[in-house]
């Protein structure tokens, strides 16, 4: 599952994020309305978490436009404002749930769940191309033609599900840095070399036909190799 984070606070954005890892959950986090509303209008997420207090264009005006834009992915409201008036005008304007601030982990979790569950579009349980797919149930790459499949660390999932999304289509190391360590994060080039490595090393332990293809100076692509 990928949803994208609209939070201002970037200590609780991160913290959210960590949470959404643990459950092998990726997260897009952005931090303003504007933003927001290009992310999801732009993106394919299964659910969007979205704060109302927001520089640039506030919560309720973010989800009015993904409704009138036609976009019926979930939306889950997290905001400190809990007054009934803001609730039933969170609701109103589109909202799948609207959870008020502080919350506990696990209800958040539950409710993001839930939200997707019931969504017009159910959220994609498996992503594949070539003889590979992708397993969110339990995290699992597979050959689909030999049978044999191993299991992928958080972030091995979600470099590998950024792939799925993009079948040959050269992503560059700073996409992928962005989409799969965040917008914030200090983590070096080098990790990600490390993580293709490890992937690269699991598809060629399923004997998978699909493999990894670096560009010198644009990024890298999946490919099937025929």
């Given at each position: 599952?990928?949803v994208?984070?609209?939070?201002d606070d ?21 931090y303003d309305?504007?933003?927001?509303l ?6 394919e997420?299964d ?6 207090m ?14 009138k834009?036609k ?11 809990t007054?009934l008036?803001?609730?039933?005008t ?5 909202a799948?749930y609207?959870?008020?601030k502080?919350f ?6 539950s409710?993001l769940?839930a939200i ?14 070539g003889?590979?797919?992708l397993?969110s ?14 299991r992928?660390g958080a972030?091995?999932?979600?470099l590998m ?7 040959g ?6 996409t992928m ?9 200090e983590a070096?080039y ?9 992937l690269?090393?699991?598809l060629?332990?399923?004997?998978s036909?699909?493999k990894?293809?670096?560009t010198?100076?644009?990024g890298?692509?999946?490919e099937?190799?025929?």
């Open positions: 599952m990928r994208l984070l609209v939070e970037r200590k609780l954005s991160a913290a959210v994020c960590k949470l959404l890892e643990k459950e092998r959950i990726a997260a897009d986090p952005v309305g504007t933003d927001g290009d992310w999801a209008l732009g993106g997420y659910a969007v978490i979205l704060d109302v927001l520089p640039g264009m506030d919560g309720f005006s973010v989800l009015r436009e993904i409704r834009a976009v019926a992915t979930p939306v889950l409201m997290l905001t400190a404002r007054a008036e803001d609730r039933l969170g609701l109103d304007s589109g799948d609207y959870l008020p502080p506990e982990s696990a209800e958040l979790i409710c769940h997707t569950r019931r969504g017009s579009t159910p959220p994609v349980m498996s992503l594949s191309f003889d590979l797919a397993e149930k339990d995290a699992s790459l597979k050959n689909t033609e030999n049978g044999q499949d191993v992928l972030k091995e999932y979600q599900e950024l792939f799925l999304r993009n079948p289509q050269i992503l560059s190391k700073e840095q962005e989409r799969v360590w965040g917008l914030e994060s070096e080098n990790n990600l070399e490390v993580y293709v490595s490890f690269r090393k699991k060629g332990f399923i004997g036909r699909v990894i293809r670096a010198r100076g644009l890298y692509s999946l099937e190799e025929t």
